[in-house]
């Protein structure tokens, strides 16, 4: 199967401040990757498609990027409604798999 | 507006089967555009992919899963099923029924909490 790290594994930041998620895979899965947010007692929400693709109606201060076996997820200004947790998806291979996610908290 | 609902016991005890169903309404089941899923979500912890089923009836398991794990579909409902036998602790979860294009989840149920406990 194959595994996605995401790092941080946990983070503090503030309002206004530039956010990065990072994903790595333990092979090359093109650009099947997804981001999701997750707050609690919510399912979670999906942000960026096919590593770089917005969804429609997600807030353009979420990006995307990364091929192959590195992606990241950018928050450019972070938002109060923006603290949550953070999952990578890949959809390259069965089994499907996700990334142990990235809490981000307020400092 | 696409839904997605899970029912079924929030409790279960252990060595029995957790049986749980996903109902969709606002899109057919038969499309042949979409996958259904299962993810679980242990207490505290992160996302765990069950499975998938295509409405013709093909499913895709999680090999950590897999001998214990049924996952059917009935389109006359418009509605999955998930099917996890001999559960222990380490099965409770919240459970989440999802669609699938593609490369993505868009759509999510918005959970059921099982516990397994005697």
């Known amino acids: 199967a194959i595994q996605l790290t995401q790092s941080p594994s946990s983070l503090s930041a503030s309002v206004g401040d530039r956010v990065t998620i990072t994903c790595r895979a333990s092979q090359g899965i093109s650009s099947a990757l997804a981001w999701y947010q997750q707050k609690p007692g919510k399912a979670p929400k999906l942000l960026i498609y096919?590593?770089?693709s917005l969804k429609s109606g997600v807030p353009s201060r979420f990006s995307g990027s990364g091929s192959g076996t590195d992606f990241a997820l950018i928050i450019s200004s972070l938002q109060p409604e923006d603290f949550a947790t953070y999952y990578c998806q890949q959809f390259k291979t069965y089994p499907l798999t996700f990334g142990g996610g990235t809490k981000v908290e307020i400092k | 507006q696409l839904q997605l609902q899970e029912s079924g016991p929030g409790l279960v005890k252990p060595s029995e089967a957790l049986s749980l169903t996903c109902t969709v309404s606002?899109?057919?089941?038969?499309?042949?555009?979409?996958?259904w899923g299962w993810i679980r979500q242990p207490p505290g912890k992160g996302l765990e992919w069950i499975g998938s089923?295509?409405?013709?009836?093909?499913?895709y398991y999680n090999p950590s899963l897999k001998s214990r794990v049924t996952i059917s579909v009935d389109t006359s409902k418009n509605q999955f099923s998930l099917k996890l036998s001999s559960v222990t602790a380490a099965d409770t979860a919240v459970y989440y029924c999802?669609?699938?294009?593609?490369?993505?989840?868009?759509?999510w149920g918005q959970g059921t909490v099982v516990t397994v406990s005697s």
């Open positions: 096919d590593a770089s």
């Open positions: 606002g899109a057919s089941i038969s499309s042949s555009s979409y996958y």
């Open positions: 999802a669609r699938r294009i593609t490369i993505f989840y868009d759509y």
């Open positions: 089923i295509y409405y013709s009836g093909s499913t």
